[in-house]
């Protein structure tokens, strides 16, 4: 069996890979994505101590979780959408109507 | 049924005020006739009282304002007399007014402003406390700035206007200062209060005196003389009256005759009790009133414009008032009815004299003497009714002034033989000068050849009337009114529960001067009116025969001596020759002993400019420049701390990130360490 240890280090790489994205990259879509790998780092976590505990509640709350995040994109990707229509872009630097 | 119209005394000038500044000017003559009207209606309100309330009888009316303060009619001896020189004098110069200021583009707004004065003047004078007197004082303050400035455009009205309202300020924050100290010592004294009656109404106030503290007496009653010296332009507030001659000659002949300068000397007859028991209040105020009655005539004597000549004298006259009513500290509160008797005979001839300067001055469209004479070749009425002002104003025996004037030199003297001569002196000479300024005055504008080219002709109907009136008046007066007006005004303080001897006691009259000021007092009020005027008749004969007919020299010398000096010189005037600035006395004189250069040039701009400059740094460096410092430091702060509210959502993760990362550092340091 695959120690949890390597479960949790693979949750922790995904999880500092979202941080980083979502720190330094401008573009919206890749911030989308870069959510996305945070709450799958988290779904990780979630089923591997699941398995490792004889209890299905941490599985049950990563099925929510991800719905939580389908439901999360579809909005994040309609403002997305609109951004460009606005804009023409979806560089977050440029779309500055509502801050100095 | 006239007493229950009492109210309309003031009511209708000020109907007559809306009228004229809302539809006066598309009424004729800017709606004169109005005002005209409106105060004889007054006038005929207050014979009508005075015939239902005469010989003995008061109105007096109050009502609730608020607290302790009510709002009020008192219509006593001491107020109808005033109430009905007023209004009858105020009408005959309203007359007058309407063909004086006709055509001119203020018109309506003169005859407004006209009627608010009239009404604030009346209102002062049969107020039944003295807050409400305060506040139709203040009134008549504004009115005659309003006045004063009636042609704003012009520099030296303008500056006028505020110098009589700055000057006459200064006396009301005495009064204002008086009111309040007064009102603390009566609230103190826990009184009981019947029904209708109110504190600071002076019923109350009389009777109350004994009660309050000598010294306290003393500083009110000094506040209260502050307020009579800035408004009758008593030395040293008396600045503003000759400058005040800016305004349309109605408006000097207003303010000099019948109101304004009156009501000083008024408030000082309505509170003399309240005098009489300060000690030292009435020499003040005879001290004040003697220097003053010099001082001006001394300044009268050089003056060049006709209306400034008349202006010098009506300081110096109601120094003479002011004078006689100090005089009571001798005799008693007889001084009221003397003062008061010279108050109404002088507005009299006062309103004639300045009436008559504006008929000259209407026709030769100039304020200076210098450019007159020979006047009476064309205005005959004009010249002979200012002769007749002139001599009563000169004391001509059997004149209205030689009556008015005789009685407060001759208790001058008594109050000399009582407590100190240096009054009667002061009195006696202004006496001679005031007789030698008339009559240079006259002699000068009427007598001798023209000396510039100017408008020959009489002026209009409307304004002689009035003028022949007053003459009569100014004629008249005195010998018809003299003896019933003294029992009159002596009979005023029996109305009210005061008692004169009490009040001399505290006071400190009655140890020095037994004879006279304690005597109609000692007899119960029963008949005092009858004892008040023996007392008089009986003080009389008291003085020797020279002093009784003193007076009369004086007035004859005088005029003798102006004949000689200006009836000759005026024949072979000329006005380049006449400057006077040669001989030092007559440049004092003229120069009016530099008050303008020391009261303005260098007490107001060095001392008191210089002192607000000081302080106007103080408060621009010091105060608001901490205050601002600390504001800019503050902001510039602020300014700073902002830029992290940077609304970019990836610098809020970041700084979370951080914060995040440096805690788990501290904590598992402190864990290291053994902390936790």
Redo the contacts between chains.
């Keep these: 069996m695959i120690p949890l240890e390597l479960y949790i280090l693979l949750a922790s790489i995904m999880f500092t890979i979202g941080?980083y994205g979502?720190?330094?990259q401008k573009n919206g879509v890749k911030l989308m994505m870069c959510i996305e790998l945070l709450l799958n780092s988290a779904n990780i976590n979630l089923v591997a101590f699941s398995a490792y505990q004889p209890n299905v509640n941490g599985q049950v709350f990563a099925l929510f979780s991800i719905a939580l995040a389908a439901a999360e994109a579809g909005v994040g990707f309609a403002i997305m959408i609109a951004l460009y229509r606005l804009y023409g872009t979806i560089d977050?630097?440029t779309i500055?109507a509502?801050?100095? | 049924m006239y007493s229950d119209l009492a109210y309309l005394i003031v009511g209708l000038p000020v109907l007559a005020f809306v009228l004229c500044l809302f539809i006066g000017r598309h009424l004729p003559r800017g709606g004169g006739f109005l005002t005209a009207l409106a105060t004889f209606g007054s006038l005929i309100i207050s014979l009508g009282i005075f015939t239902e309330t005469y010989p003995s009888g008061i109105v007096h009316q109050s009502m609730l304002w608020f607290d302790n303060f009510d709002i009020g009619i008192l219509i006593d001896p001491l107020a109808l007399v005033m109430l009905l020189m007023v209004t009858f004098v105020v009408t005959l110069i309203h007359t007058y007014a309407n063909g004086y200021m006709n055509g001119d583009p203020g018109a309506d707004r003169y005859f407004a402003e006209a009627a608010l004065f009239t009404a604030a003047m009346l209102g002062l004078i049969y107020s039944d406390n003295l807050l409400q007197l305060f506040i139709f004082w203040e009134l008549v303050g504004l009115c005659s700035y309003l006045l004063i400035g009636f042609w704003y455009r012009k520099p030296s009205a303008a500056a006028a206007a505020k110098k009589a309202f700055l000057t006459t300020r200064v006396g009301d924050v005495m009064f204002l200062a008086a009111i309040i100290l007064l009102y603390n010592n009566l609230a103190s004294l826990n009184i009981v209060l019947k029904p209708g009656e109110y504190l600071l109404q002076f019923p109350v106030i009389y009777a109350h005196l004994t009660q309050i503290p000598p010294a306290q007496l003393t500083l009110i009653a000094l506040g209260l003389l502050g307020g009579a010296v800035g408004k009758s332009g008593q030395f040293p507030l008396h600045v503003w009256l000759p400058d005040a001659m800016e305004g349309p000659t109605t408006v000097s002949a207003m303010i000099h005759a019948a109101t304004m300068v009156t009501a000083g000397v008024y408030l000082v007859a309505r509170m003399f009790p309240l005098f009489y028991a300060a000690p030292y209040g009435l020499t003040a105020v005879a001290a004040v009133g003697a220097f003053t009655a010099l001082f001006a005539a001394t300044m009268g004597l050089t003056a060049f414009d006709i209306k400034r000549v008349l202006a010098f004298s009506t300081v110096s006259q109601l120094g003479f008032m002011m004078a006689g009513l100090g005089t009571g500290a001798a005799v008693g509160a007889m001084a009221v009815g003397v003062a008061m008797f010279h108050l109404i005979g002088h507005s009299f001839f006062k309103a004639l004299l300045f009436l008559c300067a504006g008929s000259v001055i209407h026709a030769v469209n100039t304020n200076d003497m210098r450019e007159m004479g020979g006047v009476g070749k064309y205005m005959k009425w004009t010249m002979y009714t200012m002769l007749i002002g002139s001599l009563s104003l000169a004391g001509f025996p059997l004149f209205t002034g030689f009556f008015s004037k005789d009685e407060i030199i001759v208790i001058a003297y008594e109050y000399g033989v009582a407590i100190n001569f240096l009054p009667y002196i002061f009195l006696v000479l202004a006496a001679v000068l005031t007789a030698i300024y008339t009559f240079r005055m006259w002699f000068t504008v009427f007598t001798g050849k023209e000396r510039s080219d100017y408008g020959k002709h009489e002026s209009p109907s409307i304004m002689i009337i009035p003028l022949v009136i007053l003459a009569i008046f100014a004629f008249g007066f005195g010998l018809a009114a003299q003896g019933g007006f003294y029992t009159y005004l002596d009979s005023n303080f029996e109305h009210y529960d005061v008692n004169f001897n009490e009040l001399a006691a505290i006071g400190g009259h009655a140890t020095e001067e037994p004879k006279l000021a304690g005597e109609p007092a000692t007899e119960p009020s029963a008949s005092e009116a009858g004892e008040g005027s023996e007392a008089e008749s009986e003080a009389e004969p008291a003085e020797p025969w020279y002093i009784q007919i003193l007076p009369i020299i004086v007035a004859l010398g005088g005029i003798l001596i102006a004949s000689l000096f200006y009836f000759d010189k005026v024949k072979k005037f000329d006005p380049s020759q006449v400057t006077g600035e040669k001989d030092p006395l007559r440049k004092l004189l003229l120069k009016g002993y530099y008050q303008h250069e020391i009261m303005t040039a260098w007490f107001s701009e060095t001392i008191v400019y210089g002192t607000a400059l000081i302080c106007n740094m103080i408060d621009i460096k010091l105060v608001d420049g901490w205050l601002n410092w600390f504001s800019s430091v503050v902001m510039g702060f602020a300014q700073n701390v902002r830029k992290v509210q940077s609304g970019v959502v990836q610098n809020y993760i970041t700084a979370l990130v951080l914060g995040v990362v440096v805690l788990v550092v501290v904590i598992t340091m402190a864990k290291e360490v053994g902390l936790i």
């Design positions: 941080l979502l720190v330094t977050l630097d500055k509502m801050r100095w």
